[in-house]
């Protein structure tokens, strides 16, 4: 049964009821396999800079890079709760809509893939 539109948050609360939807928006990430390997990855990556001797800039450039991921996980989780609501059965739109934001998702790992391999790169060749 449908239920009543709630009334719009203004002002200050309006800020601390974003936060609550992000921090409810993360929890339902965390349910997503992929994000948890995410996860799992930061860690990983931030010891290989440590033994690489990463520079501040390095360690930055992985951290927007990281978040990044998320922020495209978290719209690709998005399309396919939406998708998966519209077309419970197999549906062409919906294989396209899944396909779109896996492919998103790829990019920024793969991006994150290049920087991880140039800061190692580099680190071999100039250390």
């Known amino acids: 049964m449908p239920r009543e539109k709630p009334a719009r948050i203004t002002g200050i609360a309006h800020v601390f009821a974003a936060a609550g939807y ?3 928006g993360v929890r339902r990430l965390w349910q997503e396999t992929a994000f948890r390997h995410i996860m799992l990855g930061l860690p990983v990556c931030v010891v290989v800079l440590a033994l690489c001797d990463a520079s501040l800039m390095e ?3 992985l951290f927007i890079l990281f978040f990044g991921l998320v922020a495209v996980e978290a719209l690709n989780t998005a399309i396919e709760c939406i998708v ?3 077309a419970p059965r197999w549906a062409e739109f919906a294989r396209d809509a899944k396909d779109l934001g896996s492919l998103a998702t790829m990019c920024l790992l793969l991006a994150n893939g290049v920087f991880l391999a ?3 790169i580099r680190a071999v060749v100039v250390g």
């Open 22 to 24: 992000s921090v409810g």
């Open 59 to 61: 360690y930055t450039a």
């Open 84 to 86: 998966d609501h519209l």
């Open 118 to 120: 140039s800061v190692v």
